[in-house]
């Protein structure tokens, strides 16, 4: 069975830093494409950063760029989310996804077949 796991939200203050993990396990994901979206209360879920997995490289959402990093460690089949200088408006359930058949930039929810159950990071003012 394949499963996502999240792990490293919390509660931090506005401009500090956390840093999300996301396990794969049942399969590996270390030739294709995965993602991170968040969901804010009363919103849609929405695409935070993408990452190849035959390459590395990464595309993000403009209200994330210059902030957010996506790195991949394939060895150990584990995707990463490091988020500096966050913000309140950074607060939401954030959720790693995997494709398991493409490599290239995947922007939309529609595309991944696999989804963690989520983890929570809210920003204080």
């Known amino acids: 069975q394949v499963q996502l796991v999240e792990s490293g939200g919390g509660l931090v203050r506005a401009g500090g830093s956390l840093r999300l993990s996301c396990a794969a396990s049942g399969r590996t994901f270390s030739r294709s494409t995965m993602g991170w979206f968040r969901q804010a209360p009363g919103k849609e879920r929405e695409f935070v950063g993408t990452?190849?997995?035959?390459?590395?490289?990464?595309a993000y959402a403009d209200s994330v760029k210059g902030r957010f990093t996506i790195s991949r460690d394939n060895a150990k089949n584990t995707m990463y989310l490091q988020m500096n200088s966050l913000k309140p408006e950074d607060t939401a359930v954030y959720y790693c996804?995997?494709?398991?058949?493409?490599?290239?930039?995947?922007?939309?929810?529609?595309?991944?077949?696999?989804w963690g159950q989520g983890t929570q990071v809210t920003v204080s003012s």
């Open positions: 996804a995997a494709n398991g058949g493409a490599d290239y930039y995947l922007m939309r929810s529609s595309s991944y077949n696999y």
């Open positions: 990452i190849r997995g035959s390459d590395g490289r990464t």
